[in-house]
């Protein structure tokens, strides 16, 4: 079993129950609690970090070196053309899995083209508008889940992602082709 890491602002509002995969409101008063959480492994490495309600998230979090899953839910990247900082790029030999919802970003950094690693893309209500020919670097891909966008197409180099197994698109409204 892995142990937990859990930084919690203010107040206790939430905990996590592995098991079951879900977080457990503790006082259901606070509707919207900042929780930051992370995994370890056993060597007491950050493997997965999940960030919360917060008001950005800082491009420090990109400095964990054996991190292989990253969920930003509700929390701005800090910078001013929604996009996700260029820093990703240090999370490339590790990260597997990434997840941003409710969250704006616009369009990808190309820098993320490095996270060749990725085996699950998830951004659920983003607005993102366009996706990089370079979804075609990212071999391993089995899983890309892209509902609740304003994605227009898709570019052909997904067709090289021979692992891809699942691909999510609904509520795009301007999505009519793959280009």
């Known amino acids: 079993m892995l ?3 859990c930084i919690l602002r203010l107040c206790i509002t939430a905990a996590v129950n592995l098991y079951q995969q879900q977080i457990v409101e ?3 008063i606070i509707q919207n609690p900042n929780i930051i959480y992370g995994l370890l492994d056993d060597n007491n490495n950050t493997i997965s970090l999940n960030i919360f ?3 950005y998230f800082s491009s420090s979090g990109f400095c964990f070196k054996h991190l ?3 969920d930003v839910r509700r929390t701005s990247f800090q910078n001013e053309n929604n996009t996700i900082p260029a820093e990703i790029q240090y999370l490339a030999p590790t990260l597997t899995d ?3 919802y409710d969250t704006i970003i616009t ?3 190309y820098e993320m083209s490095k996270l060749e690693k990725l085996q699950t893309i998830k951004f659920f209500n983003t607005s993102l508008m366009i996706f990089p020919d370079f979804i075609g670097n990212f071999l391993s891909l089995n899983f890309l889940s892209l509902p609740n966008n304003m994605l227009t197409s898709l570019p052909t ?3 090289n992602n021979s692992k891809l197994r699942q691909i999510e698109l609904s509520n795009n409204p301007h999505l009519h082709s793959i280009q």
């Open 107 to 109: 369009h990808l950094p």
């Open 3 to 5: 142990p937990i890491m």
């Open 98 to 100: 990434i997840g941003i």
């Open 53 to 55: 309600n917060e008001t």
């Open 26 to 28: 503790l006082d259901p």
């Open 157 to 159: 180099t997904i067709v």
């Open 68 to 70: 292989k899953q990253l």
